[in-house]
């Protein structure tokens, strides 16, 4: 059984080898955060403590099992809302000591990763780049367990500048899934900035691309003149994309792998998995491993599928485990 609750998602799955998903619940609280244009970390806790029970039920329910058929628990403890990280904790944690079942600590980040193993098993050494709301970096994992972080975001996330871009628009938190589908119909005619791509690190920048388009966006309004969203919507996508592939390439010449994976939130982008893969098609020996849409946010199936590598491993937290808000690897 694992567990989610890092941020506005509550989740709770049931998942068999770390491959098959037998359940996976998730109770998004996005209603509740809309109207504040973001999330709310209160608001997120009190909604984790009200949907939580409610999870295990429907997941227990869904995958046909009891608390005899589990054999492990496992829970996201960090990075997140330290407030959310903890629901979920203390969830696993009665779980684990009410029927004598080893915990295991998740990072939600490898979590993340670990959805596109409901593809197909992950191949070392690879390469992950992820994309959230909360994150935008590349790690390198030579081996199973091991993760390495060579480069990440010096300041927003890229799903955050869409999220912040899209509230300029008028759309509703969260933003991405409508700013792709806007992309899909205008034309770059902005040409915004592609902050650090030449730069020779593997880090990124989307705090100045969201300036400018803030600033173009405003500069319009003052002088009366009518933008057409569709190409700034376009014109902003292909910032973020044409830097997140061109990173990404530039990290694989130094980091050969065996399979490149694309996971987080913004993994769901439609532009980069398009021309991602068009740029992968032209790697032979590197092979594109993409977490499945649905699995692309928050979940807690992602946490199971991680765990199953720490389960083998005995890697087991006692009940004394703490949310950990700024973990790392
Ligand atoms: O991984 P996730 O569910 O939560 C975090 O751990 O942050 O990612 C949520 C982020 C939001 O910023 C959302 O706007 C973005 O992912 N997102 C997208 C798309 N779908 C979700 N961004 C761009 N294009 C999408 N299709
Ligand atoms: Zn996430």
């Known amino acids: 059984m694992a567990f989610e609750s890092s ?11 770390g491959a098959k998903i037998c359940s996976n619940v998730v109770a998004t609280q996005i209603k509740s955060h809309k109207r504040f244009g973001g999330v709310v970390p209160e608001v997120a806790s009190r909604h984790h403590i009200e949907e939580i ?17 589990l054999s492990a628990v496992a829970v996201t403890y960090g990075p997140g809302l330290v ?3 903890l629901i979920g904790v203390t969830a696993a944690k009665m779980v684990a000591w009410a029927h004598h079942l080893p915990l295991i600590p998740v990072n939600h ?28 970096e590349l790690v390198y994992m030579p081996e199973a367990g091991t993760f390495e972080i060579i480069g990440e975001t010096r300041d927003d996330a890229a799903g955050e500048a869409y999220d912040k871009v899209g509230r300029v628009l008028g759309i509703n938190y969260p933003a991405g899934p409508t700013v792709d589908a806007m992309a899909a119909k205008g034309h770059d005619t902005f040409h915004f900035p592609r902050a650090m791509d ?6 990124f920048s989307f705090s100045g691309l969201k300036s400018a388009f803030i600033n ?5 309004e003052q002088v009366g003149a009518k ?8 014109s902003f996508q292909s910032a973020v994309v044409d830097v997140l592939v061109d990173k990404t390439l530039r990290a694989l010449k130094h980091y ?43 979940n807690a199936a992602m946490i199971g599928a991680a765990a199953y590598v720490l389960f083998k491993e005995g890697h087991f937290a006692g009940l004394d485990l703490n949310a950990d808000p700024s973990l790392e690897f």
């Open 7 to 17: 941020c506005d998602e509550t989740s709770v799955a049931i998942i068999e080898d």
């Open 53 to 69: 029970t409610i999870c295990i039920r429907d997941a227990m329910q869904e995958a046909h099992v009891t608390y005899d058929d």
């Open 83 to 85: 407030g959310a990280l």
């Open 109 to 136: 980040l490898a979590g993340h990763i670990y959805a596109a193993r409901f593809v197909e098993p992950i191949a070392f050494p690879a390469l992950a780049l992820v994309v959230s709301g909360g994150h935008t």
């Open 198 to 203: 030449k730069d020779p690190n593997y880090d």
């Open 216 to 220: 173009t966006y405003h500069h319009a």
């Open 227 to 234: 933008l057409n969203h569709d190409d700034l919507a376009t």
């Open 256 to 298: 050969p792998v065996k399979q490149l994976i694309l996971a987080g939130g913004v993994a769901a982008n439609n532009g980069l998995r398009k021309q991602l893969q068009s740029a992968i098609d032209q790697l032979p020996a590197t092979e594109l491993l993409m977490a499945p849409r649905k699995l692309c946010g928050d």
